[in-house]
């Protein structure tokens, strides 16, 4: 009995090593590029690149874009016009960011896309959002201080390129207007 009692006491010691390792395996990999400190917040994020892993991957305009927060010139991305349904997904690692529409119920969806008159492709809210809830959407937000007054910029969720920014002056109750670069998205058509 008491033979059969030390063996059930190891038990839990011998499972912690192995999710141990597992850590160390998942965070090894985003270790290169995020330095160490902040490995354990990037466990849902994809693969990363190198600087010169996205250059050979991106065009120029879609590298200073997407990694380096660039933006490009009003009324110039091929996106702007665009009124087809579909998805919008990340250029650097095809994440889906932005639907075109959402539906409502089964008789009626809803345009989420828009023309705000900017230059920039519009959207009133990122796919997957519900309500005011973004956790299972494909962007982040982050405070950006670069140009002074603080605006809210945009990431990829998944690989971090920058995608624009977000403001308080969009359509409907919730008001947003999601000001995305062209090229930093790859436009898939709705399957009929
Ligand atoms: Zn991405």
């Known amino acids: 009995m008491a033979r059969l009692l ?11 090593p192995g999710r141990a390792v597992r ?18 917040s990037l466990t ?10 996205w250059q050979k991957k991106l065009t120029p305009e879609q590298f200073h874009v997407t990694r380096e927060k660039g933006t490009e010139p009003p009324f110039s991305g091929i996106y702007l016009n665009n009124k087809e ?22 008789w009626h969806s809803s345009e989420k896309k828009y023309c705000s008159g900017t230059g920039w492709p519009s959207f009133s809210e990122a796919h997957g959002t519900s309500g ?13 201080t670069s140009l002074g007054p603080a605006r809210m910029e945009v ?6 390129a920058h995608l624009g920014h977000v403001f308080p002056d969009g359509p409907g109750p919730a008001g947003q207007r ?15």
């Open 6 to 16: 030390r063996a059930l006491g190891r038990l839990p010691f011998r499972a912690v």
């Open 23 to 40: 850590c160390r395996a998942d965070s090894g990999g985003l270790r290169a590029r995020s330095g160490p400190g902040d490995a354990g």
């Open 44 to 53: 849902k994020r994809g693969p990363t690149l190198s600087k010169s892993e």
């Open 85 to 106: 349904s579909g998805m919008y997904h990340c250029v650097c690692c095809d994440s889906p960011l932005f639907s075109s529409w959402s539906v409502v119920n089964v």
């Open 132 to 144: 005011s809830d973004e956790s299972n959407t494909g962007i982040l937000r982050r405070v950006d």
């Open 155 to 160: 990431v990829c969720k998944q690989c971090e």
């Open 178 to 192: 999601f000001c995305i670069n062209s090229v930093a998205l790859t436009f898939k058509p709705r399957k009929r």
